[in-house]
């Protein structure tokens, strides 16, 4: 049960792309096609944002998108937007858990 | 709208007990697995526990196991964390959620969050 492994930090300007990663094993990330990913804010609760590695729920813009290959799992924003100022997490279901990663800062410049 | 309260948190001193609840209210209750996540402060989330719909099968963080209960009381709609033999690193606001759902079933991605409840172990 180790946490996923994702950078502490990334930043981009408003209008780039920014990716992502999350590295896991074969026992979660790689075993599996339900990764999900979660934004954020200060003080909120954290919002579904990715699920099952690559389909977003509704009202979550299509600027957000997944992807996996073997035990690394990716998220990509497009065209940001300074909302998307936020903590970013990934969480991959295992047989008999569950697992976050540590979670990425994402600063938008 | 699903809605997910959770109350219980508190000040308890190490080695003590306390029990979290969380009431449902928006949904089929019964029917969907439920789960427990925590965030120490400035940290990341981390996943604690996780109940069926019918309560017959849980699963725990290696951290917790042990120590920690799930349960769930479906015809109240609330979800429980019975949590013993409490340490200063379990403190953390405790979230409940479960799974995102439409019409077609339910997905592996916690699409329903409370606003979480702060637990407090310090002497």
């Known amino acids: 049960q180790s946490a996923l492994t994702q950078p502490r930090s990334v930043s981009g300007s408003p209008g780039q792309s920014v990716t992502i990663s999350c590295t896991g094993t074969?026992?979660?990330?790689?075993?599996?096609?339900?990764v999900s990913w979660y934004q954020q804010h200060p003080g909120k609760a954290p919002k579904l944002m990715i699920y099952?590695?690559?389909k977003r729920p509704s009202g979550v813009p299509d600027r957000f998108s997944g992807s996996k290959s073997g035990n690394t799992a990716s998220l990509t924003i497009s065209g940001l937007q300074a909302e998307d100022e936020a903590d970013y997490y990934c969480?991959?279901?295992?047989?008999?858990?569950?697992?976050f990663g540590g979670g990425t800062k994402l600063t938008v410049l | 709208e699903v809605q997910l309260v959770e109350s219980g948190g508190g000040l308890v001193q190490p080695g003590g007990s306390l029990r979290l609840s969380c009431a449902a209210s928006?949904?089929?209750?019964?029917?969907?697995?439920m789960h427990w996540v925590r965030q120490a402060p400035g940290k990341g989330l981390v996943w604690v526990s996780r109940?069926?719909?019918?309560?017959?099968?849980?699963g725990y963080a290696d951290s917790v196991k042990g120590r920690f209960t799930i349960s769930r009381d479906n015809a109240k709609n609330t979800l429980y964390l019975q949590m013993n033999s409490l340490r200063a690193e379990d403190t953390a606001v405790y979230y409940c959620?479960?799974?995102?759902?439409?019409?077609?079933?339910?997905?592996?991605?916690?699409?329903?969050w409370g606003q979480g409840t702060l637990v407090t172990v310090s002497s």
């Open positions: 099952d590695v690559s």
């Open positions: 959620a479960n799974y995102y759902y439409d019409s077609s079933g339910y997905y592996y991605g916690l699409g329903y």
């Open positions: 928006g949904f089929t209750f019964g029917s969907y697995w």
């Open positions: 074969s026992s979660d990330v790689g075993g599996y096609n339900y």
């Open positions: 969480c991959s279901y295992a047989a008999s858990w569950e697992v």
């Open positions: 109940i069926n719909s019918a309560g017959s099968i849980t």
